[in-house]
């Protein structure tokens, strides 16, 4: 029996909770790099809506309501590469169905700044999202993708990642942290579908 069987027959879904993670690594040297942008955005969707992160469980956690819904804001404290078990942890606590889970990530396939909802695919080649489908078993979640782009080297893409935005792409990053944190509360109130169709076009 996979998890998310599992899953169901214990716990009781709560259809107007949500859980919304940002990928990113712990520690002032990954502030402001574009592997952490899950972390910057799900920080901007906080601020704006006047909550504040605890540190908690694998990670530090918020919670938002909005619309009727709850929002549990996650940032994983287990590093990018085995943000599973976080996720996995809080959809059991809060009894989260995976439909109503997102993942906010980086993407070097996409040019920088643009931004794609998908409501299921495969990993991308993000570690990340390959420890989240395999503690869950499964790629049937929500992926929020910030793009990055490619502007590296042969052999530089690690310190590309890990590498800080410059001045002026800090300027588009945070107009567009603006934009993602309205496709999350755009996720949570219409849905995947409808908002894919919104906000893919930008």
Known sequence: MNFLKRFKRHNEIDPMKYLIVGLG????KYENTRHNIGFDILDA????SN???ENKRYG????????GRTLILLKPSTYVNLSGKAVRYWMQQENIDIKNVLIALDDIALPFGTLRIR???GDAGHNGLKNIQEILGHTNYTRL???IGDDYSKGQQIDFVLGKWSDEELKTVEEKKEVAAEAIKSFAT???ERTMNLFNKK
Do not use: E
């Open 25 to 28: 690594n712990i520690g002032p």
């Open 45 to 48: 969707l906080a601020k704006a």
């Open 51 to 53: 909550v504040v992160f």
């Open 60 to 67: 530090d956690v918020t919670t938002l309501k909005f619309k």
């Open 119 to 121: 409501s299921k695919g």
């Open 145 to 147: 993708r910030f793009g």
């Open 190 to 192: 219409i849905g995947v």
